[in-house]
Structures are given as structure tokens and as C-alpha cells.
């Protein structure tokens, strides 16, 4: 009896990387206010095409020159700016840092390019997209447009939209103590997808060996 055919991720979204990205902000403004943090969660496929959270990259961000921060950003996300224990690095070395590992993991799985996975996908978009453009980064390994939106997601999967709402119906522990940071979320997030990818594919929906 022959083995079934090892499922590779590279096939699975068109040769695109998914990977959840989440953003702490000082403001809704993508153009004047500030990027606090930035995390990015990468997950793998095994050989049976089921997903799971691989690793999370995060940093603590220096609020770029001029940036404007909205007091009820900070009481919101729980963030103090200046705090000396936050050991926070310029937006462009964060930029990089996430870069660098996404393009590193992209090679890894023979993909072509990475997606931008994120819940209210179009918000964590304009801020890396406008960031990119900021820091003069030439080498943005995301589709400029192109993004996965895990509440539209969790909306046709679950009938939720809001993340604490969604995870709980997917079964993701979520913790309302531990949210609005950029690595609680961005797991979090990534925890939704996989639940969501895998459900599909347990429901007989799509994959590369019955494309």
C-alpha cells in the first residue's frame, strides 16, 4: 500500500507564507500615530496538512520622531511609553528583525512570499505598509495588499467576530488580563487560524492533494 502524499505548505495557499501578525498602536491613524509593538507568529503544516503555532517573534517599539500617541490608546492597551524596563528599539530595527525571520522561514518552506494574517487584517496592514514606506525598507517580504482576516474568518467559522468572542468558540483559551499586547495576540490570533484552517480541511474543504 503507497503512502499517502506528503502535504507541503508551499501548496497550500498558492505558494504565500501565512504569517499572524499583531500591532499595538498609539492611535487608529496609521500615517501620525505611533507603532508601540509589533509581534509576528509563524506556524507550520505537518505532513498531514493539519496547522499548529510554531514560534512568535515580538519587540517593544520606539515611538517614531513626531509620532502622535492618543492617551486612550495607552489606557486601553495598558502601555507606558516610557517606562525603563520596556527596552523598546527603533521601529526600523523591529521592521528588519520580523523581516529577516519572516524571510528566513519563507525560504525554509519554499514559498514565494508571506501573508499578512491578522484580525481586522486591513488595520495591521496600513500600519507595517506605511511603516515599510517610513523606514525606507525596500525588501518587505508581504504582499502589499493581499491579507488573510481572521475575523471575517472566525465570522463564517463561528458567527464571531470579535477575537476574546471567537477564540472561545473555537476553543482558544484567551485570557482579557493578558490581551493588547502584540505577542498575547498575535498567538492568540495564530491559534484561531489553525483552528479554523484545520476544521476545514476535517470538514473535506479544499487541499493541495485534491485540488
Given amino acids: 500500500m503507497s503512502e499517502a502524499p ?3 505548505l508551499r501548496d497550500r495557499f498558492r505558494g504565500f507564507l501565512p504569517v499572524i501578525v499583531d500591532l499595538e498602536t498609539g492611535g487608529f491613524n496609521c500615517a501620525t500615530d505611533a507603532i508601540l509593538e509589533i509581534a509576528a507568529t ?3 503544516m505537518d505532513d ?4 499548529a503555532v510554531y514560534r512568535t517573534h515580538s519587540f517593544n517599539v520606539e515611538p517614531f520622531a513626531g509620532a502622535n ?3 486612550s490608546a495607552l489606557d486601553f ?5 516610557d517606562h525603563p524596563f520596556r527596552e523598546a528599539i527603533p521601529e526600523k530595527e523591529a521592521f528588519n528583525e520580523i523581516f529577516r525571520a519572516v524571510r528566513k522561514e519563507i525560504k525554509e518552506q519554499g514559498c514565494t512570499r508571506a501573508i499578512i494574517v491578522a484580525h481586522n487584517a486591513h488595520f495591521d496592514a496600513g500600519f507595517i505598509n506605511t ?3 517610513r523606514c525606507g525598507i525596500k525588501r518587505n517580504p508581504f504582499h502589499p495588499f493581499t491579507y488573510f482576516d481572521t475575523a471575517t474568518l472566525s465570522g463564517l467559522a463561528y458567527g464571531q467576530t470579535v477575537l476574546a468572542r471567537a477564540c472561545a468558540e473555537a ?3 484567551f485570557n482579557n488580563s493578558e490581551a493588547h499586547s502584540a505577542a498575547y495576540d498575535a498567538e492568540r490570533t495564530a491559534e484561531l487560524f489553525c483552528e479554523i484552517v484545520n476544521r476545514w480541511k476535517q470538514c473535506g474543504g479544499w487541499m493541495p492533494e485534491f485540488g
Fill in 42 to 44: 509563524i506556524v507550520r
Fill in 48 to 51: 498531514a496538512g493539519t496547522f
Fill in 77 to 81: 492597551t495598558g502601555i507606558d511609553p
Fill in 131 to 133: 511603516a515599510v514606506e
Fill in 6 to 8: 506528503k502535504q507541503l
Fill in 69 to 71: 500617541i492618543e492617551q
Fill in 171 to 173: 476553543g482558544v483559551e
